[in-house]
């Protein structure tokens, strides 16, 4: 019952996040180069995947107990 608007608002969250940072990396690319773009693109992933497992598995557990 709480757990389908959680998921949706993640989903949501998830998506708009990817499109914010692909314009923000494609106006950077041009500023600032490819490889800083790429170092940053590596770094907000890393976030992201970090992120979204503790959610997950905060989540997980308060689903469990």
Request: aromatic share 16%; proline share 2%; no cysteine.
């Amino acid at each position: 019952r709480v757990l389908l608007p959680f998921a949706a608002g993640f989903f949501t969250a998830g998506i708009a996040w990817a499109f914010a940072f692909a314009y923000a990396a494609a106006a950077l690319r041009r500023i600032l180069g490819d490889q800083l773009v790429r170092a940053l693109s590596l770094i907000s992933a890393l976030l992201f995947v970090y992120f979204a497992a503790l959610v997950f598995v905060n989540g997980l557990r308060h689903v469990l107990r």
